[in-house]
């Protein structure tokens, strides 16, 4: 194939109970990655349409970089031009660089003829995310690619079980909240009980994962580790908290690393409940906000797609 483009989405990471270990993947939401032969003996970006400045350099953007270290992997030198075209913004809380990272990996894959099975990608897309914020995390990059729940266990993804009936309401307010950052003010040590705590609430979360127990999942969603520490960097969270779950939200909580956050539903109506009410507290503010509902039974993953 001379020419591939594949689309990865938008994902929520840690979902309150499971912080580096838990995700889900969007699906209208995400960015797509196009790369195309270029006869050369490097790789190129061409275009990069985005509403912030992204690196051109290639040794720098995480599309490029995670094609370098597939390149490696497989000592090909076979280059590619490369033209990224983000669907929401970097720094937003909702894996935006894993969104890409993962759109690169499965474009190059599938323009070599997928010597890699999907899975074997999230290595090469892990590294995206290190160039983009430090950290090799797997916990938006699992979901961007493979699409679903994932829970992570030794750095393996095992795929959970989506409700039926289950709905994402993402908010993002336009204010920058870089992952080193959010990352660095999260407490490195927690006591035994708070330990003890949050290993059950994820425990308890997942079981309502697989009964569809959405009470369960409502009493179980408490973030004991880190929300405490970075819903700071959020106005309005403990409000929009309080609309959320007074609208029938499942629960609400901060995605990634912020500053998004999202409440989980179980139903259209009540999705769009919960995303009125938070506009509402964001209106006269002064900050720009974006947000939108997604059916969750249609996050897919990583797919080709027209650029």
Known sequence: MNKVCAFAPA?????????????LALSSVGDRVEVSANGLKENRITEIISEIPLPT???????????EKMQASLGVDTYVDVRIKKGFASGSGLG?????????????????????????????????????????HLDNVSPALLGGIVLLHNRKPVRLPMPKELYAVS???????????SR??????????????????????VVGLYSGDYQLMNSASVDYLVEP??????????????VAMGAGGITFGI????????ALSPTLMIAEKIRNALEAIYEGSGIRTLSFVEDLKNG????????
Not at 57 to 67: G, L, M, R
Not at 171 to 181: A, L, N, Q, R
Not at 184 to 205: C, E, P, R, T, Y
Not at 229 to 242: G, H, N, Q, T, V
């Open 57 to 67: 350099d290639p040794k720098k953007n995480s599309c490029t970089y995670v094609i």
């Open 11 to 23: 994902t929520i990471a840690n979902l309150n109970v499971g912080f580096d270990v838990l995700g």
């Open 171 to 181: 908010f993002f307010p336009k204010i920058e909240v870089k992952t080193s950052s």
């Open 184 to 205: 660095s003010i999260v407490a490195q040590h927690a006591s035994l009980d708070v330990v003890a705590k949050q290993v059950s609430a994820m425990g308890a979360f």
């Open 300 to 307: 897919k993953g990583a797919k080709l797609c027209e650029y």
């Open 255 to 262: 995605s990634g690393s912020g500053p998004s956050v999202f």
């Open 96 to 136: 935006s660089s894993s969104a890409s990272s993962a759109a690169a990996a499965y474009a190059y894959n599938a323009f070599l003829g997928n010597p890699f099975q999907i899975e074997e990608l999230l290595p090469f897309a892990a590294e995206g995310e290190r160039i983009a914020c430090g950290s090799a």
């Open 229 to 242: 520490s970075r819903k700071i960097l959020i106005p309005y969270f403990d409000e929009m908290r309080a």
